[in-house]
């Protein structure tokens, strides 16, 4: 090429996002104006600091996404918001001295920042912060709604406590018994907490995923089936001989029930202590809750634990009436299933553990058929299904079989039934930190809880407050914020001061980027004409915690009749994760990558481009092994080909010798249109590179004209949802267009031309010809084989005789040598 040029990102980059800003370029069309709507949406990010490299690929992803589809003449929205609140901001200010409030806001005015060099096409206007009263108000507003419907309560319950950051954690945020945050092992607490009724939604959480199944992946749909896990069972009542009281336990397996020996409570459940009194084992029964008290155990603790304590009174069992001991013991939860559970020690193993450590008995119940089994032998439960034995009239029943008949049996003698059971809890939101949002009710010694007046919201957080973790919320200890009157009754009353769990705050920010109202939390007008969101992409990390909390708030709002569907995001993408040397990115590590620099450097387009390019989206991403490099120098060829592409547009066309280049335009067109669609952005990258070493070597031959012409501007409108910046440029400077390359059409292409150039494909059997095939000239060894073997004349021609040897000379000669041959 004639020109060289120099590609300067430093220049080229800024220039274009204020044209973007001061365009407009990028803000969504609230009214209908006659193109489809299309809302892209990223995961917002949580302000701990500046971007790091897993944000760059995220929306990298988005943006490509987005910026497609606006070539489509799709109207898109793309709005970007903080999800302020949160305990890594607080404990981040405690441990510089300052407000949690400036060290947030702060935080976002960087990201922001970063956000706009990277060149992000948002809807800027629409963005807020969940830590904004202004936003928050309507956070307190939702939990009204579901305060006053009965879906948001407060009671007594085993609480996750972590010693660190000195609060409560739901399940779901402990992970391996440890805190899914700061890693410090979890303990139990047993505090006054606020729920969410998320239990009474399990069943449509559960078959709303119909609704799902062609826009999320399996493994997301997967996970969130097993978090709410859903159990066909029975609920059986067992009475303790000793006090006439009637315990229920529920069981997958009914068919078990003859192989009971044992019954078993958690160390919370209410009969304990009156049951020990009556067992004489008061003392003992105290002094073991009192230690399990002053040394909690985490979940997988409990669970993992075998030690117990006879409680000195019997059980009897419903369907033989034998009189077994009971126990308490940690590992039965409270807070799953009943709080009491049958022992079935031949078929269940924590039941055979625990039997083994205490000397209980082992009787086998269910046998394979034809096996018979030896209890004092076994070294592990049989937890298979087999033919029920020692069953009473139920000998010889198959497993499946029994256990719909012991289920008839039980509910004909009234000691028994049918019943689901799930492993999902009510959600719990209270957190008894500062920096969330204040939970608006009042408690009042003579009306109870009463919901904050809609006129009062929001409940602002007070400044002045003394926010280290000491246990209880730093909110209590505020006497301007703790002492009210009462609206109902207007006597003293006392104002709630646990805040609101950061997913509470992100379960529904999806709708109000639809508008921002001062009257009410979003436009049910404006939801309908956006939602469900097009495109939603996030971290896998979010499959159970954030994307289940919004599709049970979605439903509840949908059930009020504020939103007109029950599903949020049509579409999920989740992208891998961004690693450094093997390990995720962590400042305690002193790992992390932030883009700014990397952006100064190579320029924004080029850190884009190797995101994208490094590996399918769903892929981890190691940095080390990647670098800007590569993209930046093919950057640069794209900026001179395109220019000297447009240097020649008057010259006289290459006739014959252009077509070449005119087919692989085509053919790019439509490869790359299938890959983007699908995702494949790393494939599609690999297309348009193809692509500019062929403009390139036609420019170096000396072509010009119309075919130069039309690859360079299709290389520059297909590579625009990936390097905004550059195709603008270059759609303006260098090809004459006046308006933005984000307002023009996405290339189409003729079928004719895309279609790939075909050659024959001569099928023998041991040397003679027996069929001739058409295929595409880049057909490998592989497809020609495969071509040739399932022709029916060939299959033909060898009657059955065996394959000895294929010879390939792809893509024009395949033979086949049999061994008769």
Known sequence: MATRRIYDPGTIEPKWQEHWDREGVFKAVEEDDGRPRFYNLQMFPYPSGDMHMGHAEAFGISEAIGLYHRMKGENVLNPIGWDGFGLPAENAAIKRGIHPKEWTYANIAQQRSTLHRYGCAFDWDRQFNTCDPDYYRWTQWIFLQLFERGLAYRRLAPANWCPKDQTVLANEQVIGGRCERCGTPVVRRDLTQWFFRITDYADRLLDDMAQLEEGWTDRVLTQQRNWIGRSQGAEVTFRVDESGDEVTVFTTR??????????????????????????????EVTEFLDRLQRSPMASHEQAASREGLALGVRAVNPVNHERVPCFVAPYVLMEYGTGAVMGVPAHDQRDFEFARQHGLPVRVVIESPGEGRDADAMDEAYDHEGVMVRSGELDGTPSPEGIAEVIAWLTDRGVGRAAVSYRLRDWLISRQRYWGAPIPIIHCPSCGEVGVPESDLPVLLPDDVDFSPQGESPLAKNPGFVNVTCPACGGAAKRETDTMDTFVDSSWYYLRFTGKYDDRAFSREQVAKWLPVSQYTGGIEHAILHLLYSRFVTKVLHDIGLVPFSEPFAHLLNQGMVVNEGAALSKSRGNVVEPLPLIERWGADS???????????????????VSAAGAHKWLGRVYRAVFEASARTGERGSGSAGEPLRRLVHRTRKGVTADVERHRFNVAIAKLMTLTNELVRALDAGAGGAEVREAAETLTQMTAPFTPHLAEELWHEALGNGDSVFRSSWPSWEEDLARKEEVVLVVQVDGKVRDRLSVPLDTDEDACRELALASERVRAALDGREIERVVVRAPKLVNLVTSSH
């Open 254 to 283: 009914p068919d078990t029930l003859w192989g009971v020996t044992f019954f078993v409570f958690a160390p919370e459940h209410p009969l304990v202590t009156r049951l020990a009194e009556r067992g004489g084992t008061a003392a």
């Open 607 to 625: 850190i884009r481009t190797t995101m994208l390019f490094s590996g399918p989206v769903e892929d981890d991403v190691d940095w080390a092994t």
